[in-house]
């Protein structure tokens, strides 16, 4: 989450939504603080990120608009073969403000790592259109993006799911939503693994770090992106990243997802790392664990753990 984030926790969101929460009991007026709830937590930036140059001419365009979307909706992105055939492909999830034009690096580097990557902008981003997000729509809109990979990939075991800061409690829920439907139909998780970057045990915790606060913010907040809740049912491999150096989101909350899941998992904390280049500076170790992500064992039982807690560098 950009510094913006920070300063407007502090200053003004948490103080006016919890005080006014408390305040206003009539249905208009939570109506109406939940809509600016939205805003805040996303905070879509318009337009191109300044530093985006084009799409490498490999790069697919498309949009999905399934029978349930309200006329004119529709869910824009990218898929990006990469060269090997029958490569391990990523379902990418990016987290607030930045619509994919700002995500293009990170693509990048997970597909110079070998992967094909589909990536998509939520309903509301760049040129998905739709109403303002929220927790429920972004929820809808990877799933619906989810059955897209499985046309594209459809072996499984070639199947990832990747989540950043925001997109990491999105992916999460997404996961866990496979996981449980495996476990009830006794079947298999139709996916190798899930990997969450630079994010955090729920959107309360997150605001009630910034704002210093011992209020019951994780209570009162509409948009709750409770991932610590969701994480021991995904019944499937998981690495967890996060930079020692992230100002935004505590590391530790990327350890208590870690602590709260099961086996096959692996913690990679990143020394230095802002909340944006743990997969730049982690170079070859980054590698090393998304190689044992793909050859991990989906139960325990049956395999080994990831191998713990571990230090890039």
């Known amino acids: 989450m950009p510094s913006l984030l920070l300063s407007r926790l502090r200053q003004r969101w948490l ?3 919890i005080m006014t929460m408390m305040v206003v009991g009539l249905p208009v007026g939570c109506s109406v603080l939940q809509h600016k709830e939205r805003e805040l937590v996303f905070r879509i930036e318009p337009g191109t990120a300044r530093w985006f140059s084009g ?27 990469a060269e090997r055939k029958n490569a391990p ?8 403000r930045w619509n994919l034009t700002g995500q293009l690096f ?10 094909s990557v589909l990536a998509i902008d939520y309903r509301g981003f760049g040129k998905s259109h739709g109403d303002l997000p929220s927790e429920a729509s972004v929820y809808e809109d990877a799933r619906i993006a989810w059955k897209r990979l499985e046309v594209l990939q459809p072996d499984p075991a070639r199947r990832l799911i990747y989540g950043h800061s925001l997109g990491g409690a999105v992916a999460v829920d997404l996961a866990a939503e496979l996981g449980q439907k495996a476990a009830k139909n006794g079947s298999v998780v139709p996916a190798r693994g899930l990997i969450i970057e630079s994010t955090f045990t729920s959107l309360g915790d997150v605001a009630t770090a910034m704002a210093d606060t011992s209020l019951p913010v994780r209570w009162l907040l509409s948009q709750k992106f409770d991932s610590i809740d969701k994480i021991g049912e995904i019944n499937m491999p998981l690495l967890v990243v996060h930079g020692s150096a992230d100002r935004y989101v505590p590391p530790r909350f990327s350890e208590q997802l870690y602590n709260a899941a099961q086996e096959p998992k692996r913690l990679l904390l990143v020394p230095g790392a802002t909340h944006n280049n743990s997969m730049s500076l982690a170079g070859r170790t980054y590698r090393q664990a998304l190689d044992a992500l793909m050859t991990a064992k989906p139960s325990p039982v049956a395999g080994q753990p990831l191998g713990g807690a571990a230090k890039a560098g």
């Open 89 to 96: 492909a990523i379902l990418y999830l990016h987290g607030v």
């Open 55 to 81: 799409l490498p001419s490999s790069v697919q365009e498309f949009d999905l608009k399934p029978k349930s979307f309200k006329a004119g909706d529709n869910i824009h992105g990218w898929w990006w073969p």
């Open 15 to 17: 103080a006016f939504l």
């Open 106 to 115: 990170r693509i990048q580097q997970l597909r110079a790592l070998g992967f």
